[in-house]
């Protein structure tokens, strides 16, 4: 049996951040390795659908389009939340990543100059395309941007830029173990020196140890059980390594995203590109509703808010009643056959295989589920964890924050290649200063505490709930009480169910008693961690006593700019029974917070001067423990730069 | 569908069992027994049947909407995604056994991601080409038309449905199967990639390549993404045999 294995970036997650920071570090000679739950193509980037946001400007609906309205699109659509920072060098870097992927091979969908047909605000309209883009990569629209910026390969973008970038693993002859399973850090002090990871065809541990160690295991949908899009290996097992350090936060957990259009009941995701090429959201009554509400962006406000006026619809009775539960319906009929079997092929072939209808001539059943954890590891802008020297997070897995309290469609993808580009690059560079310094008797020590980990799962009696009746439960606590609406009295239940939930896991047993992988245990082992990710979601909802993004409370329904423009930090003491919450301000702030331009809700404004605020960011941050062990790239705001933009829509 | 019957069914699903880290135990057939649900997946009913009944139960289920291509399983003997296939459109009684062709992890579970990155390795499965990426520099333009094409191909989810129903590769290992010849006419066909024909025509003129396809073409049946394998057959080779006559690259667009 193997038992110890060195690398010098260790990479846990097998999806676009991951391979995207591997290909980084390989690239600069180092040897990376990457760990991954699954074959990596078989990774959830792979279900990205509809684009990737990137400031091209190449067709006429995106004319005039550069890194500055992207940044303002961003900063809104995160309801001021984001980091402002970061949000500024993701726009930058966004441009440069789209085009690597074109020449790494991604058939992105092109500019076809002459007169093209779209379908915008639910007129169809004719455009010339300009000759001189002819070939160029094309757009097409996406919720909460001022312009036509994604970019795509018909509906599955995220699959052909998952092959792209695994491609370039393979050539690069980058070491990647699929279906291996991180189940520990390894670290002493706040010093971080890999993992400790379960062979997911053997059962077998074996400690991996690096001198730089990256987390991008994307998000932890799955607490919310069936009541998501996500994929069924989004379970948060990155988030956990870094929370069960101790000494590692979590940012803004509460920060949980529902996208408006997932199949129902299934919850398949059906892209946002349907709305963004015309499609439209009608109640039971054959009514535009979403369109009245919003009368500027109509169905291509941002998914917080989307998300929301379904709900209301359907609390008010206005939904499709069907066996399983009231729904709205996705209208595509009028983009018509040869559009639909194109340019949304996916969402055809889903439709025909999941729901047995044809969007062609049916409309489509959908209600908003979970789909996005702008929550994760906080790390600074370089992408390292706070008070963990050596540990890194990259994509979903990560709080870096560039989607504050709401990721605008698309941005996710392209967060996914720019974070990987740069905090590869980052990391490389930290690895460059640092020697392999770690005994192996301090990894021993982490293999035996997994090892007595899953003795004791192994060894307890069976009877009463399962792990998957607790995981269903807790499926059920989240959608109803932390779900899109949410008010105290309900947080406060979900919050007491979930701590019962925790007491509950140190009672059960596992109902079988197979050697090797075991996928009772497998799960078993991550369970507790969901548990506690869900914990953190909870009380941090309670505490946030605002709305903000996609955190809506109807008992406090005002953005409050004035106590909270601030991110939830989320440690978990050694030992302790509960999470600590803490807090730090957002960050610099180059917008000044205002309307979103969408969503129209009313707000508590800061009455601190931006530049005092701006002033006490940075002692703020030091004093909350962000850790600085990279050199920092400095600030890459370009003070001011978004009122370039555009005169008019950019000081709204 | 099953909505439109008066009764639920009771499904009989006769699954593989194999769990190689107890050898002592011979591979055996299991039958379980549940009630059918309206719009019931292989995906619902095996984690049902492993959550309630034998939580040992080893199988791979992903994204359950048929684009991560984890679940291929054999399903009353054909190939198939697991999260695609609905019990409506199946017998009272389901025989399920692992894809051939791959290592076995246990039950329904099998290696595809080793072969996988093994074909990609062997076809050098990347875009081939001399220039460094300028970052500075805007896109080369492409006609959609050809962009759509390589997209078609690019579609492939590597499920491993068409190695494992594929006749050849039952019997010959190395065969590079549908997928992997699918991969090689997806950069056949990119203007981006600067592979001369002749060096396609090394990988793909032996028996593990196009030439050892026997022409059953069962890879076009059970394709769950429906690619036009068929096409993709008649590319290669068209190619292979025009590569003795000329080095240009056509235009893709035009196939």
Not at chain 1, 60 to 66: H, W
Not at chain 1, 87 to 98: G, I
Not at chain 1, 283 to 304: G, H, M, T, Y
Request: aromatic share 8%; net charge negative; glycine share 10%.
């Amino acid at each position: 049996m193997e038992s110890f294995y060195t690398s010098d970036v260790l990479v846990i997650g097998g999806g676009l951040a991951g391979e995207r920071a591997a290909i980084e570090a390989a690239a600069s000679g180092l040897k990376a390795t990457i760990l991954s739950l699954v074959p990596p193509r078989r990774s959830h980037s792979c279900a990205a659908q509809g684009g990737m946001q990137a400031a091209l400007g190449n067709c006429v609906k995106a004319a005039g389009d550069n890194a500055n309205w992207h940044f303002l699109d961003t900063v809104r659509g995160s309801d001021w939340g984001a980091d402002q920072e970061v949000a500024r060098m993701f726009a930058e870097e966004a441009q440069v990543a789209v085009r690597e992927m074109a020449y790494w091979g991604v058939p992105w969908t092109r500019l076809t100059p002459g007169k093209n047909s779209y379908f915008i605000k639910g007129q169809r309209v004719e455009i010339d395309e300009p000759e001189e883009k002819a070939g160029m990569i094309m757009h097409r629209d996406f919720g909460g941007t001022a312009k036509w910026r994604a970019c795509y390969a018909s509906a599955g973008t995220g699959h052909s830029v998952l092959y792209a970038v695994d491609s370039e693993v393979s050539r690069l002859g980058i070491e990647v173990r699929d279906r291996m399973e991180a189940l520990s850090l390894i670290y002493e002090g706040d010093r971080c020196w890999g993992v400790v990871a379960r062979c997911l065809r053997t059962g077998k541990l074996t400690a991996f140890l690096a001198r730089a160690t990256v987390i991008a295991t994307g998000g932890y949908g799955r607490i919310y059980g069936k009541y998501t899009t996500n994929a069924t290996i989004n379970e948060g097992t990155g988030a956990m390594l870094a929370l069960n350090t101790g000494s590692v936060p979590l940012g803004n957990m509460e920060a949980i995203q529902f996208h408006p259009t997932g199949l129902w009941p299934s919850g398949i995701l059906i892209t946002e590109g349907c709305r963004g090429d015309g499609g439209y959201l009608v109640d039971k009554d054959n009514i535009r509703f979403v369109a009245e509400l919003e009368p500027e962006k109509q169905e291509l406000a941002s998914r917080d808010v989307v998300s929301r006026h379904m709900m209301q619809r359907v609390k008010d009775g206005k939904g499709a009643p069907s066996k399983f539960g009231p729904h709205i319906w996705l209208d595509l009929r009028h983009l018509g056959e040869a559009h639909l079997k194109t340019k949304l092929r996916e969402i055809w072939e889903i439709c025909r295989d999941f729901a047995g209808i044809d969007p062609v001539k049916e409309m489509i059943p959908v209600r908003p589920f979970q789909h996005y954890s702008m929550g994760g590891v906080r790390v600074n802008k370089d992408g390292q964890a706070y008070n963990m020297r050596g540990l890194f997070a990259a994509g979903e897995a990560a709080c870096w924050d560039m989607h504050g309290f709401n990721r605008l469609g698309g941005n996710s993808l392209a967060e996914t290649v720019v974070a990987g580009r740069i905090v590869g690059q980052r990391v490389a560079q930290f690895v460059d200063s640092e020697t392999l310094d770690v005994g192996t008797a301090l990894a021993e020590t982490f293999v035996k505490e997994q090892e007595a980990r899953i003795a004791d799962w192994m060894g307890r009696k069976s009877g009463g709930a399962s792990v998957y009746d607790i995981r269903d439960a807790l499926g059920e606590t989240m959608i109803d009480k932390v779900g899109i609406f949410r008010k105290e009295q309900e947080l406060q239940e979900a919050v007491e169910e979930i701590r019962g939930y925790l007491q509950q896991i140190k009672t059960i047993g596992l109902r079988n008693s197979a050697a090797g992988v075991n996928p009772e245990l497998t799960f078993a082992l991550r369970l507790e961690g969901m548990l506690k990710l869900a914990l953190i979601a909870a009380k941090g909802a309670l505490a946030r006593k605002e709305s903000r993004g996609a955190h809506s409370r109807v008992d406090y329904p005002q953005r409050d700019d004035k106590n909270w423009l601030k991110r939830t930090l989320a440690r978990w003491p050694l030992g302790a029974s509960e999470p600590e919450l803490s807090y730090e301000p957002v960050g610099l702030l180059d917008l000044p917070p205002g309307e979103r331009g969408y969503g129209h809700a009313t707000r508590i404004p800061l009455e601190q001067d931006i530049e005092d605020y701006n002033k006490s960011v940075d002692a703020a941050q030091k004093a909350a423990g962000r850790n600085d062990t990279v050199e920092p790239q400095g600030s890459q705001i370009k003070w001011g730069a978004w009122q370039q933009a555009d005169g008019k829509a950019a000081s709204s | 569908m099953a909505e439109n019957t008066n009764k639920a069914r009771t499904l009989k699903f006769d699954i593989f069992r194999y769990n190689p880290a107890e050898p002592e135990k011979a591979p055996f057939m299991q039958r379980f027994e549940i009630e059918e649900a309206p719009y019931m997946s292989l995906f619902l009913a095996l984690n049902q049947i492993r959550e309630e009944q034998d939580s040992s139960l080893q199988f791979d289920f992903v994204c359950r909407s048929a684009v991560c291509g984890s679940c291929g399983m054999m399903v009353n003997g054909r190939p198939a995604l697991g999260c695609q296939t609905l019990t409506a459109d199946l017998p009272d009684t389901i025989a399920l056994h692992p894809l051939p062709t791959f290592g076995l992890i246990g039950d329904l579970s099998v290696d595809t991601g080793r072969w996988f990155r093994g074909m990609v390795e062997r076809v050098n499965g990347w875009i081939v080409r001399q220039d460094e990426f300028d970052r500075t520099a805007l896109e080369a333009p492409m006609d959609d038309k050809i962009a759509e094409k390589i997209y078609e191909a690019d579609r492939c989810i590597e499920c491993g449905c068409c190695v494992a129903g594929c006749g050849v590769a039952n019997v010959r290992p190395d065969f590079l199967g549908a997928t992997g010849l699918n991969r090689i006419a997806r950069f056949m066909m990119d203007p981006r990639d600067e592979r001369a024909q002749e060096s396609w025509f090394e990988v793909v003129s032996d028996a593990e390549g196009v030439f050892g396809c026997i022409g059953m073409m069962a890879c076009d049946d059970v394709c769950p993404k429906d690619l036009p394998l068929l096409e993709v057959y008649s590319y290669i080779r068209r190619k292979a045999v025009a590569s003795i006559f000329s080095d240009g690259k056509d235009n893709p667009a035009k196939l």
